[in-house]
């Protein structure tokens, strides 16, 4: 890999950021105070990159990010002036200019966080923390959410860090994050209304799963002690080292 440009953030003190990109454009997010949300167009590469917004006019802090379609979703938002949300949706119909379409707390007051989210044709698996996992569905003809299931207990239960979905959108890779050492489990999602774990895992004993990711048949997780493992889930519900 070559570096061709590099952007910084706002702040100093903000060693970690979220991206994701669309078409040509990259969006950058971090969480904490004195932030900006940064949109990059990078049409120009290899030459160069453009900064095209680096303020805080649509929010300034959020923890994670996730697009799907022409829409943005952003969890654990904050603005100035504007209470925090746990996750809002934005169109980016626009890309240079994504607007507000709803947030969760005006359908879902009682959810307090979403720490992140896995989204496919609008079927929002949210990870909330300690609350566990809530299946919502972003509803473009009514713009509301709409809850479609919950996980809130399970075994080896923790801090509902992350979930990845299999190609074939039957199981959701879930991961806790606290305490450590938790195991990753198999959530069977087949009803979106009934979500079951149906297989827990671990690297090694004591290792913690921070991000699951899956790019076909193969699962790849991040962990805090022991690097990164590759999980064959040609079989969905029974990943293999």
Same mark, same amino acid.
Request: negative net charge; hydrophobic residues 35%; glycine residues 6%.
């Given at each position: !890999? ?21 078409? /040509?454009?990259?969006? =950058? ?16 590469? !290899? ?8 303020? #805080? ?25 504007? !209470? ?7 169109? $980016?119909? @626009?890309?240079? @200019? ?5 947030? $969760? ?8 966080? *979403?720490?992140? +989210?896995?989204?496919?044709?609008? #079927? ?18 009514? @713009? ?8 809130? =207990? ?5 801090? /509902?860090?992350?979930? &990845? $979905? ?5 199981? $959701?890779?879930?991961? %806790?994050?606290?305490?450590?050492? +938790?195991?990753?489990? *198999?959530?069977? *999602? ?5 979500? #079951? ?22 699962? &790849?997780?991040?962990?805090?002690? %022991? ?7 040609? *079989? !969905? ?5």
């Amino acid at each position: !890999p070559v570096e061709r440009d590099y952007i910084p953030g706002k702040s100093s003190a903000r060693i970690w950021h979220e991206y994701k990109t669309y078409g /040509n454009y990259l969006y =950058t997010i971090a969480d904490g105070g004195n932030n900006t949300f940064q949109i990059i167009d990078m049409s120009y590469l !290899p030459d160069s990159v453009h900064v095209i917004h680096d303020t #805080t006019s649509i929010f300034d802090s959020g923890h994670t990010l996730y697009i799907d379609g022409d829409r943005m979703y952003v969890a654990s938002v904050s603005s100035p002036g504007i !209470p925090y949300s746990s996750m809002n949706v934005y169109s $980016l119909s @626009n890309p240079e @200019n994504p607007v507000l379409l709803r947030r $969760l707390d005006q359908d879902y007051p009682a959810i307090s966080q *979403v720490h992140d +989210m896995f989204v496919v044709n609008d #079927t929002v698996y949210a990870s909330c923390g300690n609350a566990g996992l809530y299946i919502y569905r972003y509803d473009e003809s009514s @713009n509301q959410f709409l809850q479609l299931g919950s996980l809130t =207990t399970y075994p080896d239960q923790g801090y /509902n860090h992350s979930s &990845f $979905l299999s190609r074939d959108h039957t199981m $959701l890779y879930m991961c %806790d994050e606290v305490p450590a050492g +938790m195991a990753v489990k *198999v959530v069977d *999602v087949t009803d979106l209304l009934s979500p #079951t774990v149906v297989d827990t895992f671990y690297s090694n004993p004591g290792a913690t799963a921070h991000n699951p990711y899956v790019i076909d048949d193969q699962l &790849f997780i991040a962990y805090y002690q %022991d690097g990164v493992y590759s999980y064959d889930i040609s *079989v !969905p519900s029974a990943p293999v080292k």
